[in-house]
């Protein structure tokens, strides 16, 4: 009998993937990358996009989505230099990414060859972890860490592998990397449990605050417990990327402002204030004081180890938000409700004769249609307010922004969470200088059979800078591009699309697509021309 042939790196490493769970790739691939993925075995998936940011945006999404991580393939310097904004996105939005870069043949490394890039460096301090591996049959062992360092730092962790890498045989059991298992048992601290608990106890006015990081159902529910036996309000963080309360709940009340002294103005008449799940307390643009008044107690509790380190609170508690929040709920004693007045949901009627369409008569009618468990994808910075305001997140993963701030995330994040939950009707809610960043990913969407609908509001500018160099006091030197159609461009990258002008064609558009959203499997980009909104806050 034959003996059985050596494995290769490739080999094994596909073992690895099984047993993580890695099998589906997201890449935009070179020529570093054709050993590794020529031939790929059956059961390993590959997703194609046509730029490296929508590459690790769709990856975004789907690792969120799942909860788990997300499987990456970008090619040498050019791949992750294009790819770090959207890394740096993925990091803030707490998204566990395992990211394998290519890099030329380790044979001829020190000459310096054709592609050959300075990679461990190249995406600065975004990426939670990276490694190229001594030798070859490190490779397996390194990715197998980048998983377990992508899990426990939230964050994208980066491998670079040496195109003839993949070929090379394993023999033996090889070198000890990774474990097979890393278990993160959370356990409750009760003195400080019961340390939280009396600060809420005795406090006069607590207010909770919530953030992405609480955006689970477990921790939603200890939220809702906690707000309801304290009769507090609840603000949700500024920038967050997820929300993480219900906002249809009586005592939600908003978006806290990110301005630092309408930022007191809204923790004013609060003596303690308990933050979970975000920063302390994320701000744009700069403005001068504190962020609280003096008196004020300002608790966080977080699993973000960064956000803990780095935050100004009188209290930080770096655990896991839902375990320590199950504990603080029974803990806290129950006050007779207040009576406290649900928050004001802005109603909007249609448009009158010769008025235009804008984003919040978009909102009005979404809210009265989308389902309950409907998640909305939204890159909209000059009217991401009046969505907050009007369309809220009910259940978890109701909502998903971009936390980071750079634009191009929305469009491919929404197509990753529709592939990774195609049991929810996604809806991506953007500008039209938003999608121009990430435009090409409507090809993903569209060959990959992917029913998310998008709703792209087309002000034919970039609004939200307008409306910042309006605020400065000087002239924008930038023009607007009211010839570019994004219905056009969907429809060349084989994404079918509706342009819409007015309020009668929105409504009855929406009611037929909004009823078979759930069992899409095509996306639909609705190009809504609106004009700008008159404001903006932050």
């Given amino acids: 009998m034959a003996d059985a042939p050596t494995p290769t790196v490739r080999d094994v490493t596909f073992d690895v993937f099984r047993r993580l769970g890695l099998t589906t790739i997201f890449a935009n691939p070179g020529s570093t990358e054709v050993?590794?993925?020529?031939?790929?075995?059956?059961?390993?998936?590959?997703v194609l996009a046509l730029h490296e940011g929508s590459v690790v945006g769709v990856a975004t999404g789907w690792a969120i989505a799942h909860d788990r991580p997300a499987?990456?393939?970008?090619h040498t310097t050019a791949g992750l230099g294009n790819a770090v904004g959207a890394l740096a996105t993925a990091r803030v939005n707490r998204a566990p990414l395992v990211v394998l870069v290519g890099q030329q043949d380790r044979r001829h490394l020190a000459l310096e060859p054709f592609l050959t890039g300075r990679l461990e460096g190249l995406a600065g301090d975004y990426p939670v972890w990276v490694n190229q591996p001594a030798t070859a049959q490190d490779v397996p062992g390194a990715i197998a860490r980048a998983y377990h360092e992508a899990v426990t730092g939230r964050g994208p962790a980066i491998v670079i592998v040496p195109m003839d890498d993949w070929a090379q045989p394993v023999t033996g059991t090889g070198p000890a990397a990774a474990p097979a298992q890393v278990r993160r048992p959370v356990g409750v601290d009760d003195a400080t449990v019961e340390e939280v608990a009396a600060l809420l106890d005795g406090a006069r006015s607590p207010l909770l605050v919530v953030g992405a990081g609480a955006d689970t159902a477990g921790t939603r529910a200890a939220l809702v417990t906690i707000s309801e036996r304290l009769d507090a309000p609840v603000r949700q963080e500024a920038f967050g990327a997820r929300a993480g309360f219900p906002q249809d709940h009586p005592n939600y009340q908003g978006l806290l402002p990110a301005a630092r002294g309408r930022l007191r103005g809204a923790l004013?008449?609060?003596?303690?204030?308990?933050?979970?799940?975000?920063?302390?307390?994320r701000q744009?643009?700069?403005?001068?004081?504190?962020?609280v008044e003096e008196g004020v107690t300002v608790v966080e509790v977080s699993q973000d180890p960064a956000e803990v380190h780095r935050s100004p609170a009188d209290?930080?508690?770096?655990?896991?938000?839902?375990?320590?929040?199950?504990?603080?709920?029974?803990?806290?004693?129950?006050?007779?409700?207040?009576?406290?007045?649900?928050r004001a949901v802005p109603t909007v009627p249609p448009p009158a004769p010769g008025e235009p369409l804008r984003a919040p008569h978009v909102y009005a009618l979404l809210a009265q249609r989308t389902d309950r468990d409907t998640v909305v994808v939204e890159e909209t910075p000059s009217t991401r307010q009046a969505l907050e305001e009007m369309l809220p997140s009910r259940e978890p993963l109701g909502y998903l922004g971009v936390a980071m701030g750079g634009l191009g995330f929305g469009m491919p994040a929404a197509i990753g969470v529709r592939m990774?939950?195609?049991?929810?009707p996604v809806i991506a809610i953007l500008?039209?200088?938003?999608?121009?960043?990430?435009?090409?990913?409507?090809?993903?969407?569209?060959?990959?059979?992917?029913?998310?609908?998008?709703?792209?509001?087309?002000?034919?500018?970039?609004?939200?800078?307008?409306?910042?160099?309006?605020?400065?006091?000087?002239?924008?030197?930038?023009?607007?591009f009211p010839e570019v159609r994004l219905s056009a461009l969907a429809t060349a990258l084989g994404c079918a699309a509706r342009r819409i002008s007015s309020y009668e064609d929105l409504v009855a558009t929406?009611?037929?697509?909004?009823?078979?959203?759930?069992?899409?499997?095509?996306?639909?980009?609705?190009?809504?021309?609106?004009a700008p909104e008159p404001e903006f806050n932050p």
């Fill in 35 to 46: 050993p590794f993925l020529t031939g790929l075995p059956d059961d390993i998936a590959f």
């Fill in 71 to 74: 499987l990456v393939n970008l």
């Fill in 268 to 281: 004013a008449g609060h003596d303690v204030v308990l933050v979970v799940g975000a920063p302390v307390f």
């Fill in 284 to 291: 744009y643009p700069y403005e001068p004081g504190p962020f």
């Fill in 315 to 342: 209290l930080a508690v770096l655990t896991d938000p839902e375990v320590f929040c199950a504990a603080l709920a029974e803990r806290v004693t129950a006050r007779e409700p207040s009576g406290r007045p649900p």
């Fill in 420 to 424: 990774a939950r195609p049991d929810r």
């Fill in 431 to 480: 500008g039209d200088g938003s999608s121009m960043y990430a435009v090409q990913s409507l090809w993903t969407a569209a060959n990959y059979g992917v029913g998310a609908l998008f709703v792209v509001f087309a002000n034919g500018g970039y609004a939200i800078m307008d409306k910042l160099a309006e605020r400065a006091g000087g002239k924008a030197p930038w023009p607007g």
């Fill in 510 to 530: 929406l009611d037929d697509v909004l009823p078979r959203l759930r069992d899409m499997d095509a996306p639909l980009l609705l190009d809504i021309d609106v």
